[in-house]
């Protein structure tokens, strides 16, 4: 079973603060997923990083994957309320295996 | 509009009762998967399915069972559900060719057994 672990938990901030979230992992990733989940909904696919040390950028939201592949971070400039959700970090084993972190609850408040 | 779609929505059921969980998903898509959801665990996968006829473990497939007669339908059966057993379930599907990664979620089914 792949242990991925997420930090922090829960992040609560103002509207135009930056925030940083992370995924790490004891093994290698073959690649990674971030998802954003809203309440009442099911997750939503932000991005996937294939490559160690590849940067991927969505609007506010900036993707870095670890040079070995072992950890990943979601920065995201200037949050805004519709940032609000939770944020789950995924990867696919094989086949079509594939585990989830535990997730980081941001809430963005006006 | 491509979806998957879960019914119900919310099921409350007593210890014991079978239950299913539909899940339809109109992308053509070869694979599919069922997963649960509970506070501080994340997405735990239950079941996933290759293809029609092919279905496999996740981690944590005890107490549930699936089956994938068509392509476009995966049910979750709970044979004789428990109170530890309640939790939100999604069901997700994903293609075998091009992004395979991706996978499109269903808007999830609350289930609480007593």
């Known amino acids: 079973t792949q242990l991925l672990e997420q930090s922090p938990q829960f992040l609560s901030i103002q509207e135009g603060e930056n925030l940083t979230v992370y995924c790490n992992s004891s093994?290698?990733?073959?690649?990674l997923q971030w998802y954003r989940q809203e309440p009442g909904e099911g997750p939503v696919l932000l991005v996937t990083v294939v490559t160690g040390g590849e940067v991927k950028k969505l609007k506010r939201l900036t993707f870095q994957f670890g040079d070995a592949r072992k950890d990943s971070s979601l920065h995201i400039t200037a949050a805004q309320t519709g940032d609000t959700g939770l944020y789950l970090c995924a990867e696919r084993a094989n086949f079509n295996k594939f585990y989830f972190g535990s997730g980081t609850k941001l809430n963005v408040k006006p | 509009e491509a979806q998957v779609t879960q019914n119900p929505r919310y099921l409350i059921t007593v210890t014991g009762k079978k239950l299913t969980v539909t899940c339809s998903q109109n992308m053509n898509h070869e694979y599919m998967s069922w997963y649960r959801q509970d506070p501080g665990l994340g997405l735990r996968q239950i079941y996933y399915s290759m293809n029609v006829e092919v279905t496999d473990k996740g981690d944590v497939p005890e107490g549930y069972k699936v089956s994938r007669k068509e392509k476009r339908n995966f049910p979750l059966i709970l044979e004789s559900p428990s109170p530890n057993q309640t939790s939100l379930y999604f069901c997700?599907?994903?293609?075998?060719?091009?992004?395979?990664?991706?996978?499109?979620f269903g808007p999830g089914t609350r289930l609480t057994v007593l």
């Open positions: 093994s290698v990733f073959s690649s």
């Open positions: 997700a599907s994903n293609s075998l060719r091009g992004d395979t990664d991706t996978q499109y």
